[in-house]
């Protein structure tokens, strides 16, 4: 199995504690701040042209939500094609493609008991199968009680997967916070397993880690940091980026932006797209879609506001010329949208609301010649839907919001 895991904070193997944990708060960057000369996390050199295959994105299948499944469409909205067969009040959520576009990974969640397991299917369909998890939970032992592990994602040369694992007691009096949860790398067929970060190890039940994405060279992650209630500040969301080694841990979003779920790295690593959400809850009118340099400068709204939608995560095409990401007009479901990297020519892709379409991934894989159809004409987005680059992000202090690690879906009420 590779890295044996036991015990409460589990064994951190060749990663000190010392060298993950960070000296001093993380500072709050500057909104006005201009870019750096030299891009922390960029590709070496330019990056090529790449090829802008199939989207991959969550879609809902009964009207209740209680069931979710994972699905494909051509980059121009058509041929929407379901990948995977979950079985009712079951979860299927967070795909990521691998690099070569041949395989999706993703979580599945049983809706009955919360828990959620990382699972991996062919981009036709095929072989679905579920990754090793990291302990027996019928052990009932402390590092298995109320295991979950989410959130896969692939390292740019396919041979790592990153993924949240949450873990422990659950604190009743903090809205049923897992005791600890931080991030984790393993190989794709679930061998050399490690653990990454130690955020929760000295302060459980302060949060919940999850949602990572790597730079385009490999050598960094971004990940969500959300704390619980007895979290600093409590009730609250971050961008992190910690290396692939572990170390230079550091926050890349200000608390007050409560920018959450999936970044996503421009192919040539001088950007990061993230999604921020208001502080009452995810699904209400409010917050948008932003970039910020990896050194933590430059952050800007690519979205406009104030606004009466709901974003959902958004993500770069391969080729860096366009943004996929999900929204939600107030009181209606999700549909996918597609925009330049500045949050100019904004289009609609799909028009079903009911599947509340979110967390798309832009990948390689070629369109199937049974799902490609005659192009379209773009659909014009609806009104208030143009984005309009901002030159800086305003950021009004976030109130006390639930958190329940169980519950850190986006768009999933509408």
Same mark, same amino acid.
């Given at each position: 199995m590779g890295t044996l895991l036991t015990g409460c904070g589990a064994e951190p193997g060749d990663i000190p504690l010392s060298e993950i944990r960070p000296e001093s708060a993380p500072t709050t960057p500057d909104p006005a701040a201009s870019a750096a000369s030299g891009v922390v996390g960029a590709a070496a050199g330019t990056a090529a042209t790449a090829h802008d295959g199939l989207i991959v994105s969550r879609a809902y299948t009964d009207a209740d939500r209680n069931t979710s499944t994972i699905v494909t469409l051509s980059p121009d909205g058509t041929g929407q094609h379901q990948v995977t067969q979950p079985s009712d009040r079951t979860l299927d959520d967070r795909p990521d493609w691998s690099p070569d576009g041949t395989t999706i990974a993703f979580d599945r969640t049983d809706r009955r008991s919360g828990t959620a397991r990382l699972w991996a299917v062919s981009a036709t369909g095929d072989n679905a199968h579920q990754l090793s998890q990291l302990?027996? @939970?019928s052990a009932a032992t402390a590092d298995c009680a109320n295991e979950d592990e989410r959130a896969p994602a692939f390292s740019p040369d396919g041979k790592q997967l990153a993924f949240s694992r949450s873990w422990g007691a659950l604190d009743t009096a903090g809205n049923k916070q897992t005791q600890y949860s931080d991030l984790y790398l393993m190989s794709p067929d679930g061998t050399d397993?490690?653990?990454? @970060?130690?955020? @929760?190890?000295d302060k459980p039940y302060s949060g919940t880690v999850s949602n990572p994405s790597w730079s385009p060279?490999?050598?960094?992650? @971004?990940?969500?940091?959300?704390?619980?209630?007895s979290g600093q500040p409590a009730n609250s969301r971050s961008i992190y980026v910690v290396g692939a080694d572990g170390t230079g841990l550091r926050q890349l979003t200000p608390w007050e932006?409560?920018?959450?779920?999936?970044?996503?790295w421009s192919p040539d690593g001088t950007q990061i797209l993230f999604t921020t959400y208001p502080a009452d809850s995810d699904n209400t009118p409010g917050g948008g879609i932003y970039t910020v340099h990896p050194d933590g400068t430059a952050i800007g709204a690519l979205t406009p506001a104030p606004s009466d939608a709901s974003y959902g995560t958004a993500a770069y095409a391969p080729d860096g010329k366009s943004v996929v990401f999900a929204q939600a007009p107030a009181g209606s479901g999700a549909d996918l949208y597609t925009m330049r990297p500045d949050g100019t020519g904004v289009t609609r892709l799909t028009n079903n609301p009911d599947q509340g379409l979110s967390r798309p991934v832009w990948g390689t894989a070629d369109v199937p010649a049974a799902q490609a159809q005659a192009p379209r004409a773009p659909q014009t987005a609806r009104p208030g839907a143009t984005a309009s680059p901002s030159a800086s992000?305003?950021?009004?202090?976030?109130?006390?919001?639930?958190?329940?690690?169980?519950?850190?879906?986006?768009?999933?009420?509408?």
């Open positions: 302990c027996d @939970t397993v490690q653990r990454l @970060t130690f955020l @929760t190890n060279d490999g050598k960094q992650l @971004t990940f969500e940091y959300r704390t619980g209630a932006l409560r920018a959450g779920d999936r970044a996503s992000a305003s950021a009004a202090p976030a109130d006390a919001q639930e958190q329940s690690e169980a519950e850190d879906d986006e768009l999933d009420d509408n």
